[in-house]
C-alpha cells in the first residue's frame, strides 16, 4: 500500500479527542484505529507491537546486522483530530489544482481560495488532498501516522538499507495536551525521537510555545430584571468586562512568528454564573509568566468594584519550550536539515506556534524536534495536502533512519 492509500485509509476513521470526557483515551474511537495500525505494523514487519490500555501504539524494528551500536531512534505521531472542526464522515478527494479557486462544497458555497490561503500558490500543477467542506481532512497527524508507516514498509522490502534499532510510537489526545500523559518512555527503547507533525514539507521545528490554560469564573446575584436595579450583577456582563481590558492586540489573529498571545476559546454562562476560557501562549518563559499574571491582575477592578467573591481565576501549565532540551542535542537538527537535503527539499527552522508531543517528551528526557508532515490549515474544513508532499516525508523518513546517528552524549560515554 503506498502513502496515499494508508492516508486515505487513516483519514476515514473518526478519531476525535475530547476534552470533556474525563478518560484516557478520551474518546473510544480512537482505540479502533490503533488496533488497525498495529495490524498495519505487524504486516510491515514491525515486532514487539502493543497497544496499551491508555490507546499508545508501540513497535520495534531490530538494527540491520552491523548497525548494533547506533544510537536508538524513535518516530512519534498522534492518531487523534482536533475538536475544533468537525471529523466525523471525512470525505475526501483529490483534486489537480490549476491555480483558481478549488470549490470543495458547491451547495454550501465553501472554497478553498489562494485568495484566502496563499500557500496554495506553492502547488500550481501538483495533486492535493482537500475536504468536501464540512469536516477536516485529519493530516494532523494522520499524514504523519501514514508516513511513519510506510517509511517502516519501505525499510522491511529493502533490507540492503543499513539502520540502527528504531522505535515507533503513536499517541491519543495530543490535540488536548494529553498525548505524553501515559508514554511508556521507560518500555521506549528510543534515546532520541523526532514527532512527524508539522506543516509544509520542509519544516523542522525545536521551538515552540510555553503553554497553560486559564478558567475564569464569574460569580454574579440574579433577581427579577423588573426589580434589578442596584441590585442585580450580571455575571455575563463581568466576563465581557474582563475581556475588554485584556490586550486586544495579543490575540492569535493580530499575532505571528516569537509573538504570543491570549486566546478566548468559551464563553458560557447567565446572569448568575458565567464562565470563560483561554489559552496562553508564549515562547519566551518571562513574558509567559508575566501574561500569566496579568490575568489575575485583571481580576482586581472587578473585585474592587463588584466584591472579591464576583470572580476567580484558575490557570494551569501545559507544556514549555523544549529549545533548552534540544539544544545539548542540536546535531539531531543538522541530521534532520541532511534528510531533507537528500530528498530534494530546502528545510527551514520555524518556530513552533502551538506544541507538540515531542516538546512534553523533550523534558521527560527524550530530545524530540518535530518534522513536517507536508499538511496545511489544520483544524479546519480547508485542511489540504499535497500528494507530492506525503511521498517526499517517506523518502525523508527513511533517510532520516538510516543515518546511523550517534548522540553527543553517547560518543562521550
Known amino acids: 500500500m503506498d502513502v496515499m492509500?494508508?492516508?486515505?485509509?487513516?483519514?476515514?476513521?473518526?478519531?476525535?479527542?475530547?476534552?470533556?470526557?474525563?478518560?484516557?483515551?478520551?474518546?473510544?474511537?480512537?482505540?479502533?484505529?490503533?488496533?488497525?495500525?498495529?495490524?498495519?505494523?505487524k504486516k510491515c514487519g514491525v515486532t514487539d507491537v502493543r497497544r496499551d490500555r491508555f490507546g499508545c501504539v508501540y513497535g520495534r524494528i531490530p538494527a540491520t546486522p552491523g548497525m548494533e551500536s547506533a544510537t536508538?531512534?524513535?518516530?512519534?505521531?498522534?492518531?487523534?483530530?482536533?475538536?475544533?472542526?468537525?471529523?466525523?464522515?471525512?470525505?475526501?478527494r483529490i483534486v489537480t489544482f490549476d491555480g483558481e479557486d478549488i470549490v470543495l462544497n458547491k451547495e454550501k458555497n465553501i472554497?478553498?481560495?489562494?485568495?484566502?490561503?496563499?500557500?496554495?500558490?506553492?502547488y500550481?500543477?501538483?495533486?492535493?488532498?482537500?475536504?468536501?467542506?464540512?469536516?477536516?481532512?485529519?493530516?494532523?497527524?494522520?499524514?504523519?501516522?501514514?508516513e511513519i508507516v510506510s517509511a517502516v514498509e519501505y525499510l522491511a522490502h529493502h533490507p540492503e538499507l543499513k539502520h540502527g534499532e528504531l522505535w515507533i510510537a503513536f499517541t491519543p489526545d495530543e490535540e488536548i495536551g494529553e498525548g505524553a500523559d501515559h508514554f511508556d518512555l521507560e518500555q521506549f527503547g528510543a534515546k532520541y525521537a523526532?514527532?512527524?507533525?508539522?506543516?509544509?514539507l520542509g519544516e523542522l521545528e525545536y521551538e515552540n510555545f510555553n503553554a497553560a490554560a486559564a478558567q475564569i469564573r464569574f460569580h454574579g446575584q440574579m433577581i427579577h430584571p423588573g426589580e434589578a436595579k442596584n441590585k442585580m450583577v450580571n455575571a455575563v456582563l463581568l466576563a465581557a468586562e474582563y475581556i475588554n481590558m485584556m490586550p486586544q492586540a495579543e490575540t492569535p489573529a493580530h499575532t505571528e512568528g516569537y509573538e504570543g498571545f491570549f486566546h478566548v476559546n468559551y464563553l458560557h454562562g447567565n446572569e448568575g454564573e458565567a464562565e470563560l476560557r483561554m489559552i496562553i501562549r508564549d515562547h519566551d518563559r518571562t513574558r509567559f509568566e508575566e501574561r500569566k499574571q496579568l490575568l489575575h491582575v485583571l481580576a482586581e477592578p472587578i473585585r474592587g468594584k463588584y466584591g472579591a467573591e464576583r470572580v476567580e481565576v484558575s490557570i494551569q501549565d501545559s507544556y514549555y519550550n523544549m529549545r533548552e532540551q534540544i539544544e545539548p542535542h542540536m546535531e539531531l537538527i543538522v541530521q534532520a536539515h541532511a534528510a531533507f537535503e537528500a530528498a530534494g527539499v530546502e528545510s527551514v527552522t520555524l518556530p513552533i506556534r502551538g506544541g507538540t508531543d515531542g516538546a512534553r517528551l523533550s523534558y521527560m528526557g527524550l530530545p524530540c524536534p518535530n518534522l513536517s508532515t507536508g499538511g496545511l490549515n489544520y483544524h479546519s474544513v480547508y485542511e489540504y495536502i499535497p500528494v507530492k508532499s506525503l511521498q517526499t516525508m517517506v523518502e525523508v523518513l527513511v533517510n532520516l533512519c538510516t543515518s546511523g546517528l550517534i548522540l553527543n552524549s553517547e560518543k562521550s560515554n
Open 5 to 41: 492509500e494508508r492516508f486515505l485509509d487513516y483519514v476515514s476513521y473518526d478519531t476525535q479527542s475530547s476534552e470533556t470526557t474525563g478518560t484516557t483515551p478520551s474518546t473510544e474511537k480512537q482505540l479502533v484505529l490503533a488496533d488497525h495500525i498495529c495490524e498495519d505494523l
Open 72 to 92: 536508538p531512534m524513535g518516530l512519534i505521531a498522534h492518531m487523534d483530530t482536533s475538536p475544533d472542526a468537525p471529523g466525523a464522515g471525512v470525505k475526501p
Open 194 to 200: 523526532y514527532t512527524v507533525d508539522g506543516g509544509a
Open 111 to 122: 472554497v478553498l481560495s489562494p485568495k484566502d490561503f496563499p500557500s496554495l500558490n506553492r
Open 124 to 146: 500550481v500543477g501538483q495533486e492535493l488532498i482537500v475536504t468536501d467542506g464540512t469536516t477536516l481532512l485529519g493530516a494532523d497527524d494522520k499524514a504523519g501516522v501514514a
